[in-house]
Each structure stands twice: as C-alpha cells, then as structure tokens.
C-alpha cells in the first residue's frame, strides 16, 4: 500500500508569486488532513476534508490559502499570493474510518521557502 | 483541547529502555491518548494510542495513568533510528468531529551509540 504522497519535496518562490502545492492520500482514505510549521513553530492544523467536502478550516490563516479537494482523491493547497511569511513545512496526513481512535499517516511534507 | 506537558528532550543510550512521561491533566473522559513521532526531516509517524488500558504493539507500549492525568510512552530497546521529536496528542469527541491532532512542543529523544 503507497503511503501519502507529496509534490513537490520543495518550493522556492518569490513573495506575490503562486504556489500549489499537492497531496494524494493513501487510497481508500476519506479523511484527509493539511498541517503547517512555519519556522520556529509547532505543527498546526490549517484543515480537513471528508471526501470532497471540508469539514473544517478554522486553521486557514486568510484567504490567501484555498484548498481543493477535488472529486475526493488528491487536494491541492494554493497559496496566492505568496508572502514571506508562509514559508514553512507543509503536510497532509490521511486518516481511513471516521473517531478519535484512528492513526492519521502523514506524508514527508512539502517545504515552501518564499523569498 | 486538552493541554499536554513533556520534557523539552531526553536522552538514552542505544539498546537502553526509555520512557517519555506526558501530562494531560485537563484530557476529557473521552479522549483517546495519541503519540506520534516526527524523525529528522520527515512527516509525523503514529506510534501508539491509548484510552484507559496500557496497550503494546510493535513500537512501544504506552503505560496510561489510573487517573488519566498522565501517561508514559516505553521504547523497550531504543535504537539510532528511534531519535525524534516526541507528541503526546489527546484526541477525541472533545475536540470536534475532525479529530484534527493538535501537536504541542514534543520531546527531543536524543540516542547515543
């Protein structure tokens, strides 16, 4: 079974430039989480889908960041435009069944350094 | 979310046990006790969850506090690969429905050849 993929490894971009950043979560998984750590910081939630539908994204820091999910398999996460401050480690993690009892896998993460 | 307590780091000798502490003081009835691991310049890895009973699988074994208030993570052999950033992570029904993993500092274990 492939773990959750992401792409790509590492981003370099220029402050006001687009990135989209993508997971694909482990077949099969409903669930699909992103994180971030921004430098110096502890791993936050930015938000969660359930198939296609984002069940929350109270973590979202403004609405320079959306997140699609698109026909419930792999989600993008674009950042428009980007500010220095986004540069950070990016994760998603997937989760199969629905309670807290369940693991969530992670992917390695995608580092996005804006400049 | 339930606040959590652990070391800033540890250290261990390879092939020596080790035993990482949690507090979770404030965990509500429900939530499930989590650990997760995160090695150098990796994502987070699950180790091992709990609620009530001490539970082993092949990684470790989490010894979890009559009272909840606490909990211990048990590497029984630690070895090089074993060095990582530390997560104790209440999850439950008290969080919402995203069960979503609040990560706190963790615990830098540190293993020594």
């Known amino acids: 079974e492939a773990g959750v993929t992401q792409f790509p490894s590492h981003s370099v971009i220029e402050k006001g430039q687009t990135v989209t950043l993508r997971c694909d979560p482990i077949s099969g998984h409903d669930n699909l989480y992103w994180y971030r750590r921004v430098m110096g910081k502890e791993i936050k939630f930015l938000l969660h889908?359930?198939?296609?539908?984002?069940?929350?994204e109270s973590g979202m820091p403004n609405n320079r960041f959306l997140a699609e999910r698109t026909g419930g398999t792999y989600s993008t996460l674009k950042v428009q435009p980007a500010e220095l401050e986004d540069s950070g480690v990016y994760f998603c993690?997937?989760?199969?069944?629905?309670?807290?009892?369940?693991?969530?896998?992670f992917g390695p993460g995608t580092r996005l350094t804006v400049t | 979310d339930a606040k959590t307590t652990q070391p800033n780091s540890m250290e261990s000798n390879e092939e020596e046990p080790v035993h990482l502490p949690c507090n979770h003081s404030t965990i509500s009835g429900t939530d499930y006790i989590h650990w997760y691991r995160q090695l150098p310049s990796q994502g987070p890895e699950y180790v091992i969850h709990?609620?009530?009973s001490n539970v082993n699988n092949r990684m470790a074994s989490l010894a979890i506090a009559e009272d909840r208030k606490s909990s211990t993570l048990i590497l029984h052999r630690a070895t090089l690969r074993d060095a990582a950033v530390y997560y104790c992570i209440p999850v439950g029904f008290s969080g919402g429905s995203n069960y979503k993993l609040t990560f706190g500092k963790g615990t830098l274990l540190t293993v020594n050849p």
């Open positions: 709990g609620l009530t």
């Open positions: 993690a997937s989760r199969r069944l629905d309670g807290p009892f369940y693991e969530q896998y």
């Open positions: 889908f359930v198939k296609e539908s984002k069940q929350d």
